[in-house]
């Protein structure tokens, strides 16, 4: 049985991390950050699919 009642700052009653509100900000810009770039990447993956095709369509039709 455990006596402790925290774990790597994780309190078991109120299941939260004893921080100060100034790393929950970072931690949440961190985030942010990863999100944005995630998306941005994302975006740019799918241009660049289209932008395959759309040339292969191009290319398609201007063997005909």
Same mark, same amino acid.
């Given at each position: 049985?455990? &006596?402790?009642?925290? !774990?790597?700052?994780?309190?078991? =009653?109120?299941?939260?991390?004893? @921080? &100060?509100?100034?790393? !929950?900000?970072?931690?949440?810009? =961190?985030?942010?950050?990863?999100? @944005? ?12 699919v289209t ?14």
């Amino acid at each position: 049985m455990m &006596t402790e009642n925290s !774990y790597y700052n994780w309190n078991a =009653k109120s299941g939260d991390y004893h @921080r &100060t509100n100034a790393d !929950y900000d970072k931690l949440y810009i =961190k985030g942010k950050k990863r999100e @944005r770039a995630f998306r941005i990447l994302l975006w740019m993956g799918s241009a660049f699919v289209t932008f395959g095709v759309f040339m292969k369509v191009l290319a398609y039709a201007a063997s005909k």
